[in-house]
C-alpha cells in the first residue's frame, strides 16, 4: 500500500501570511494527488485535483504543485476563512488519504 | 445542485449489522463512480469502499473487507453500505462522496454532510 504522509501536522499563522503545506507520498503517484479542506463540523471539500489544478470557484490564492512523490499545497495570503484542516489524499491506487494539516490562528 | 444525503446510520452493539443509504440528486447519478469515506471522533478522512458507475466493479479499504458491501440502485439514485460484523473502532462519521474524473485523474467533487455510526454495548 501507498503511504502518504504531511507536514506539518499543525501550524499557526496570521492572516496574510503564506503558508506551504507538503504531502509526501511512499512511492511515485505521478499527479494523482488532490487536496481537501475541512472545516470544524463540516465535510470536506474539494480543492486542488491532479496535483495542481485548481477547482472552479476555489480562490486564486490556493494552488498546488508536484510530481511522483513530493507535493505542495500554498496559500499565497491567508485568509480568515482558510482556518481549516488541510488533507492530501493519493489516488493513484486505492485512495487514501493523508493524515491531515490543521492551520489555526497565531 | 448537487445534494447527497446519508441516512441509517446510529447506535447499535458490537457484532450487529447496519444499512447506510445516500439519495443523490442534482446530477445524472448513473454516470459517476461513488464512494464512502468515514471519519472517527478527532481523527482524519479514511477511504471505506467504492463502487463504478454500473457496479460492475467494487473495492474496499483492508479494514473493512469481508464486512463491508458497497451497492447501488441507478433506478433510485442511491448509494448504500451494508455493515455487518460491527467493531467499536467503526465508530465514525461515515460520508457519501461523488467521484469527479479528469482524464485519468480521480478526486472526490461532492460530499453529504454524513450520517453517524456509534458502535458500542
Known amino acids: 500500500d501507498i503511504q502518504m504522509t504531511q507536514s506539518p501536522s499543525s501550524l499557526s499563522a496570521s492572516v496574510g501570511d503564506r503558508v506551504t503545506i507538503t504531502c509526501r507520498a511512499g512511492q511515485s503517484i505521478s499527479s494523482y494527488l488532490n487536496w481537501y479542506q475541512q472545516k470544524p463540523g463540516k465535510a470536506p471539500k474539494l480543492l486542488i485535483y491532479a496535483a495542481s489544478t485548481l477547482r472552479g470557484g476555489v480562490p486564486s490564492r490556493f494552488s498546488g504543485s508536484g510530481s511522483g512523490t513530493d507535493f505542495t499545497l500554498t496559500i499565497s495570503s491567508l485568509q480568515p476563512e482558510d482556518f481549516a484542516t488541510y488533507y492530501c489524499q493519493q489516488t493513484y491506487s486505492t485512495p487514501l488519504f493523508g493524515p491531515g494539516t490543521k492551520v489555526d490562528i497565531k | 445542485e448537487v445534494q447527497l444525503v446519508e441516512s441509517g446510520g446510529g447506535l447499535v452493539q458490537p457484532g450487529r449489522s447496519l444499512r447506510l443509504s445516500c439519495a443523490a440528486s442534482g446530477f445524472t447519478f448513473d454516470d459517476y463512480a461513488m464512494h464512502w469515506v468515514r471519519q472517527a471522533p478527532g481523527k482524519g478522512l479514511e477511504w471505506v469502499s467504492g463502487?463504478?458507475?454500473?457496479?460492475?466493479?467494487?473495492g474496499y479499504a483492508d479494514s473493512v473487507k469481508g464486512r463491508f458491501t458497497i451497492s447501488r440502485d441507478n433506478a433510485k439514485s442511491s448509494l448504500h453500505l451494508q455493515m455487518n460484523s460491527l467493531r467499536a473502532e467503526d465508530t465514525a462519521l461515515y460520508y457519501c462522496t461523488k467521484e469527479f474524473n479528469y482524464g485519468d485523474f480521480r478526486s472526490f467533487d461532492y460530499w453529504g454532510q454524513g450520517t453517524r455510526v456509534t458502535v458500542s454495548a
Open positions: 463502487i463504478t458507475s454500473n457496479s460492475d466493479s467494487t
